[in-house]
């Protein structure tokens, strides 16, 4: 069901794109709009990842460099059946983490420096579980295309303002018209994206729970990243807020509420999925409230863990 909402939303968001080219250029402009589509997607698909880990100064590291994470994100990749994605560290207070790739065989994760002060070892890996069920359900590629044709109908409906507007022959749509198109067009696409993103970050909290076995261990990742990330601003993300909806949690203000203005789920939402998720898997999930209360020991993502649980894949 969440992936049918998904390709709902993504052939509506691919319509109203298709529609807005049809609106200001008749048939001629809905083929062209097709063409252009295509062209800034086929960008993206190749480059995107690179843009993306760019803007954030993320630095790639491997297992010298970073002895604990990059072995960490190799257990949890092999649960997952998945290769081996790049790792990346990002010197930024606020802890969040995302992926980004074309597929899986070009796939990267990403993560700040904040995170990894803030969350204990079973906590950092319920976080690598859910991006890398990103990475596995392919999410990456999906918001690169939402986020790509969202901007595109943003583009479409600016071009209308200048030059679809003076008439309402051929197919023009007028003055009137095109004003209300350059309002509720992009309102409408950052809409639909913005549901894109909340559907799949509830399907990725699933899939991060059922690689890594510990439900509550994710849960209490995301109310401490949530808590923090409200204080703690994420410069780079505040200068490119449309990459927002990559974070784990919303960078940009920590949303409370699951509406329709959001980029992310509502965190006691998600918890409370991921609390029923554990009742669900039993003896597995119970085991992670053991593994969500090691923190107040004091063990940190860069040691080993001393939950007696032992069963995740960084057991």
Not at 69 to 91: D, F, G, H, K
Not at 214 to 240: D, F, G, M, T
Not at 244 to 249: E, G, P, Q, R
Not at 264 to 284: F, T
Request: net charge neutral.
């Amino acid at each position: 069901m969440s992936n049918f909402r998904t390709a709902i939303l993504l052939a509506a968001l691919t319509a109203l794109f298709m529609g807005i080219g049809f609106l200001i250029g008749g048939q001629m402009g809905m083929i062209a709009a097709f063409f252009i589509a295509g062209a800034m997607n086929l960008f993206a698909y190749w480059n995107s990842d690179k843009m993306v880990l760019s803007m954030y100064g993320a630095r790639e590291v491997d297992e010298r460099s970073a002895p604990e994470l990059y072995p960490l994100v190799r257990q949890i990749a092999a649960a997952a059946s998945v290769p081996m994605p790049r790792v990346y560290v990002m010197e930024n207070p606020q802890p969040n983490a995302f992926a980004t790739g074309r597929n899986p065989e070009h796939a990267a994760v990403a993560v700040t420096t904040g995170l990894m002060q803030t969350v204990n070892n079973e906590e950092l890996a319920g976080v690598l579980a859910h991006e890398i069920g990103h990475i596995k359900n392919r999410d990456t590629l999906l918001m690169t295309l939402t986020a790509t044709i969202a901007g595109a109908v943003s583009m479409l409906a600016n071009f209308g303002y200048f030059f679809g507007g003076r008439s309402n022959n051929n197919g023009n749509v007028g003055m009137i018209g095109t004003l209300l198109l350059v309002i509720l067009g992009p309102l409408a696409a950052g809409l639909v994206q913005m549901a894109i993103s909340r559907t799949r970050e509830y399907e990725a909290d699933r899939a991060g729970a059922e690689i890594s076995k510990r439900p509550l261990a994710l849960a209490s990742a995301l109310k401490k990243i949530a808590s923090v990330a409200e204080h703690v601003p994420n410069l780079p993300a505040e200068r490119n807020p449309a990459s927002a909806h990559l974070f784990i949690v919303n960078p940009l203000s920590g949303a409370r509420m699951d509406n329709l203005f959001s980029t992310h789920p509502n965190v006691e939402n998600r918890v409370a999925r991921l609390n029923e998720m554990a009742r669900d898997m039993g003896d597995a999930g119970a085991a992670a409230s053991t593994a969500a209360s090691v923190s107040a020991s004091g063990s940190g993502p860069w040691s080993p863990s001393r939950s007696s649980a032992g069963r995740g894949p960084w057991g």
